[in-house]
Every structure is written in C-alpha cells, then in structure tokens.
C-alpha cells in the first residue's frame, strides 16, 4: 500500500468507518530503522486529525526487533503512566496492504528541544532541565511492572541480576547470527571479554534502550511521549544510561562541575530510580558497541540481499559497521583509539551541518 | 568486510539515484541520499583499488593460522577432533588463481569467506574449553594469535573506510 492520499482516504474511511479527507501525508525523514508517516485528515467537517503510521522499509528494518513487537509495546505501555503515543490498531490484511504496518494517535510536539544544543552558559540550566525531566521518565520506566505487562512474552529477559549483563550480551551474538552472511571473529572475541567483566544488576527492570535528544518526544520543556522501543529489553537499569545521546551533559560553572552522569544517576535515584554506577555503564556502552556491530552487519546483509534498501543501509554496513568493530578493538586493546572528533562527525547530518 | 559487495553497493547508489529524481522526494531527503551516495562512491573506488589485493593478504594470514588451530584442536577432546578435520579439508582446497586476469572477485571472496568461517567454528569451540585448558600456554598463544588476526583484518578493512568517509562530510 503507498501511504498517499488516494490510498489512504478510502482505506481511513473504511477503518474508521466514515468518510474521510486526507490533508497531508509526510514521511519523517529522521530515523532508519522504520517508515515513520504523518497523516492529517478530517472526518467530514471535523476538525484536523492527526495519525502516525509505522512499517518496515521494503527491504526490512535495520533493527532486530520485528515490527509486531513496538506495536504490542506501545499498546501494554498505554496501559502504564510511562508517556507513549496510544496504539490504535495493527494492519496485516492483504485486501489494503502487501506490507503490515500499525497506526498510533500523533503526539503534539518535537524531538528537539530549543536551545538545548546552543554551547551558550545560559542555556546550562534548560539542559539540565531536560535531563532531569528525562530520568523522571526513566524512572518511571524501570519502575514498569513488565510482568504484569507481558512484557517478558516479547522481550528478551534476563534471568537474574547475577547473569543479567552475561544474558545480554549472549542475546546481542545471537541476533547476529540469526542474520550473519559474514563470519566476524571479533564478535565472539568481544563478547567473551565484556561476559568476563559483567556487573551484577542493582534490579531486573525493563530498559528502553535507545534514549535521548532525538528519541523522545517534547512539548516546551515537558517529556510528553517516549518513542524508539526497538531495543527495549527486560535487564540491568544501568543499560539505559549507556545511550544518552545528550541526555547527561557535563555543566560546568566557575569551574565547578554542576551536572554530569554522576549528577544526573544520583537525581535517578532519588526520583525512584535504581541504584547504578558509572562503571555498569561504561559496561554497557560496550555492549552496544557489540550491538552497533550486529545490527550494522544486518544492514549490509540487506543490501546484499535486496536492490531496495535504502542507502542508509549501505553507509551503516559499512562506515558504521566499521566503527563498532574499532570501538570494540580499542576496548579490549586491539586498536588505538579512535580520534576523539569522529563520533561527533559519525552523528552530523545535512539537516544539523553547521 | 566481504558484504556488502562493491556491486551491492553500486546497485543500492543506483537505486538511490532513481529514487532522487522523484519531484515530491522533499529537499533535505535527496540532500541526505545524496550526502550517502558520495561516501559511498568513494568507498566503491578504494574496493575495486584494493579490494583484491586485500582478500588475497586476508587468506594467506588465515592460511598460516589455521594449521596451528587445527593441530590444537585435534587434540583437545570432544567436538575438537572433527573441527580440525573440517579446518583441514578447507585448507587442502586450492586457493583461485590469483592472476586469472577476471575482474570477478567472487571466487577469491568465497574462499576467504570459507576459511574465516573455519577460524570463526574454531573460536566458538576454543571458549568453550574447560578452565585447565585455557589456563596453558599454547592455547594462550593460539588465542593472540587468533586477536592478532582480528587486529589486522581491522586495519586491512580501515584502508576501505577511512579516506572514503572520514573527514569528507555530512554521512546523511
């Protein structure tokens, strides 16, 4: 089904079962691993709706997790006080597409917070704002009670605190050999250096997975909805903290360090959240330098396999691919470091280019 | 890196460039493809440049390793036996000709591809081995010599990466 207005018109009529007018359709353009689409329509002479329709790209998602799985996260997390988008409906039927997707209610507000990334002092204090904001949320969802949820049918689940980070780390080689075409050496290797070095957990919760500026949505200052569960798991809080993008800035004043992780993992703490340290977390950014690798690996397994990906696949099982190997090298002292400016050119589009 | 291949990734920028004549894609999505498809061509030069020369260094490295790991295992109980005989066979299998004048690399790519998969089986075994076996000397030294090899299939594969991308711009 092509998400256009021609398409979309009669099909929304049908499953809302009214006749409807399609105003906009606009792809996101941020984000590779799904198809995000803003629908605006009106229902005879209501006022403007808003939906927002999920799907794969056609030749697969980067990411492991299938599609199935975020929709039913998003639904049993409606059921929660952690800020989702609602879930409306799921669609498979052949009769309107060749291709699932699900639809959920648009979220008024922005990935991006203004301001935020301005290096000016007096915006120091509207960033650590937004981080506390953002481990209120946090809290909140390690707080979940993913059992009660069902979380654990879908997710992948650690089985104690004890073996949590090792069952991470072995359910990470596993999704890359559920996919490999490439035989990577250094996978194995890596994984066994990080199982030999595995913190115990403070807590067995359920992690997010993918968190920070670009990942949630804001309205003002105020988290309204969080969105990116494709890496959601049920394990170690401090996994959470290992993909902040931006999350846990360093403020300094007066030469005083007034905000870090260190600040931002104890005001954690005292809003709920877990015990956890810096060290399980520098734990677990190299776990997902041992997840960049694999998810990186199946991106360039989908453009051996298919004409149709996208050539965002292409840069990630390469460039990218690349890079969580050198990370992964450096760390258990394989390779020199990498120069401190290239994960900041790694994450420089056309669209935040200076 | 073996994938994606030089000819997938030519036939994705093609696809991208198609795609980018589309009047209603908005005008940050073909600045971004577009963005991609630079690096990308770059990188596609330095395959078709160094991409044979690299694989043939890649296989004679896995060439010279291998006969240790199989001599290791062979001894070492278990599946170890079979492994090593599988490690043999792969080795006894000639090597493509490395002059044959083709510009298709597929036949010099699958034998890497074979015998990296020899060395990734023999890993997976070699970590399972019991405590005592791990503690010696020898299997110490196999296991550098195995990070030894993933040290310099990392550099090998940086010569294909970094004048492509680093340093050249936006990726997206």
């Given at each position: 089904m092509q998400f256009a207005k021609a398409t979309l018109a009669p099909y929304l009529s049908h499953k809302l079962k009214t006749p409807c007018e399609i105003l906009e359709v606009e792809k996101f353009g941020r984000g590779s691993s799904r198809e995000t689409w803003f629908i605006t329509y009106r229902r005879g002479e209501q006022p403007r709706e808003h939906l927002v329709f999920r799907r794969d790209p056609l030749a697969g998602s980067v990411d492991y997790s299938p599609l199935e799985q975020e929709y039913f996260l998003y639904e049993r997390l409606g059921?929660?006080?952690?800020?989702v988008a609602s879930a409306l409906w799921w669609e498979a039927d052949p009769a309107w597409t060749d291709r699932p997707f699900y639809v959920r209610r648009h979220i008024a507000g922005s990935w991006d917070v203004p301001h935020f990334k301005d290096p000016a002092p007096e915006y120091d204090e509207l960033r650590i704002r937004i981080s506390k904001e953002h481990m209120r949320a946090l809290a909140r969802v390690h707080a979940v009670n993913w059992k009660a949820l069902e979380l654990d049918s879908v997710l992948c689940t650690a089985p104690d605190t004890s073996s949590c980070a090792a069952h991470y780390v072995d359910s990470v080689v596993a999704l890359y050999e559920s996919q490999r075409i490439e035989p990577i050496p250094l996978m194995l290797e890596a994984a066994e250096w990080l199982k030999a070095r595995a913190p115990v957990a403070s807590r067995i919760c359920l992690c997010k997975g993918t968190n920070g500026l670009g990942e949630e949505i804001f309205a003002d200052e105020t988290l309204v909805a969080m969105s990116d569960w494709e890496e959601a798991h049920i394990g170690d809080p401090a996994a959470d903290f290992a993909f902040m993008q931006e999350f846990a800035p360093t403020v300094i004043r007066d030469g005083e360090t007034v905000w870090s992780l260190a600040h931002a993992l104890d005001y954690y703490r005292s809003v709920g959240g877990a015990p956890v340290t810096e060290a399980a977390v520098q734990f677990y950014q190299i776990v997902r330098a041992l997840r960049m690798l694999a998810f990186s690996h199946r991106a360039g397994a989908a453009v051996h396999r298919s004409a149709q990906a996208p050539i965002r696949q292409a840069w990630t099982g390469t460039e990218v691919c690349h890079f969580a190997k050198h990370i992964l090298a450096f760390t258990m002292g394989l390779a020199l470091p990498p120069a401190a400016s290239y994960f900041a050119e790694l994450n420089t589009s056309v669209e935040n280019a200076s | 890196m073996i994938y994606p291949t030089a000819n997938d990734v030519l036939r994705c920028i093609d696809q991208t460039l198609a795609e980018s004549a589309?009047?209603?894609?908005?005008a940050m999505a073909r600045k971004s493809a577009l963005a991609s498809c630079r690096h990308l061509v770059r990188h596609v030069e330095l395959r078709l440049r160094l991409e044979r020369g690299l694989l043939q260094e890649d296989a004679e490295r896995l060439a010279a390793l291998l006969p240790g790991v199989a001599d290791y295992l062979a001894d070492s109980g278990s599946e170890g036996p079979a492994q090593a005989t599988a490690i043999r066979q792969q080795l006894s299998r000639p090597a493509p000709?490395?002059?044959?004048?083709?510009?298709?690399l597929e036949p010099l790519r699958a034998h890497v591809l074979a015998l990296r998969e020899a060395l990734y089986q023999a890993l997976a075994l070699l970590q399972k081995l019991d405590a005592s076996r791990r503690e010696s000397a020898t299997y110490q030294a196999l296991r550098e010599g195995i990070r030894g090899y993933i040290r310099e299939e990392l550099q090998q594969e940086d010569l294909l990466i970094h004048d492509a991308f680093v340093g050249q711009g936006p990726r997206r």
């Open positions: 059921r929660s006080d952690v800020p | 589309d009047a209603d894609l908005p000709a490395s002059d044959d004048g083709s510009d298709d």
